[in-house]
């Protein structure tokens, strides 16, 4: 199963009694106090139907709104939930960075990842990728199949994946989250995008270096609340750090 086979992985049931593997999953928010709340909460159910042993870092990524309070109220009701506050907006990528550095931070972690705090994707799909990531893959990730969130996040969308098949990345929907990896995946790839190319980073990174990539479908499902924080701007970004990378550039 090399990079580009990207068959599903295993279902949840398929490999017994390695969701015991204990795994750390961050959340980058930026102005979601409208959100937080129900999306850490469908995290968290998910992780205890499961039996995951899991860390949730939600990071509030210089929100102006009640996003910080809202984390904090979070953290002191359950101990699996971890706050890191930062003061001014680091970007996509740096507030997951943020997140990343505090997991990394807890010694007996053996998957850490990100997904997106705005909801769009039932977490549902986290035990099938931390039993990817047990199961020999060095990367899981969800891969969008349907889109429901509206015809300006299609259109970025579609224009990602063109510019990517264009010069020549393997793996599909290489945005698409919650993405999970190995701990020395993660440390041995050690990215440093603050923007939104943090996601291609990791992928092209785990390309070059011939690492199996898992992924299972998902779909993309409207915004319970909030506005997205994706326009034409991140697709100009990101077509155009991906065509230095291609050039030799590395951030």
């Not at 295993?10 to 129900?38: C, F, H, N, Q, Y």
């Not at 060095?138 to 510019?163: I, L, N, T």
Request: glycine share 10%.
């Amino acid at each position: 199963h090399a990079v580009g086979d990207h068959r599903e992985p295993p279902s949840a049931d398929a490999v017994p009694g390695i969701l015991m593997l204990r795994t750390g999953l961050t959340l980058p928010l930026l102005d979601e106090d409208r959100l937080v709340d129900a999306v850490t909460r469908r995290i968290l159910s998910v992780a205890d139907a499961a039996g995951m042993d899991i860390v949730l870092c939600l990071v509030d990524n210089g929100s102006q709104d009640g996003t910080r309070a809202r984390i904090r109220t979070l953290a002191g009701s359950d101990d699996r939930i971890r706050g890191v506050y930062l003061d001014e907006n680091a970007g996509y990528g740096g507030g997951i960075l943020a997140g990343m550095r505090y997991l990394v931070g807890i010694a007996d972690l053996d998957i850490v990842g990100w997904a997106w705090g705005d909801g769009q994707v039932d977490p549902s799909v986290l035990p099938t990728l931390v039993r990817a990531c047990t199961d020999g893959a060095m990367m899981a990730k969800a891969r969008r199949v349907e889109r429901r969130d509206g015809r300006r996040r299609r259109f970025v969308s579609q224009a990602y994946a063109a510019v990517t098949r264009g010069l020549g990345v393997r793996t599909p929907d290489v945005n698409g989250c919650p993405k999970l990896l190995r701990r020395e995946a993660w440390l041995t790839l050690s990215p440093r995008s603050r923007d939104w190319f943090l996601d291609p980073e990791v992928i092209l990174g785990a390309e070059e270096r011939g690492w199996r990539i898992a992924d299972a479908p998902v779909v993309m499902q409207p915004r319970m609340a909030g506005r997205s924080k994706v326009d034409w701007r991140t697709a100009a970004e990101f077509g155009w750090n991906l065509a230095r990378w291609q050039r030799g550039w590395r951030p």
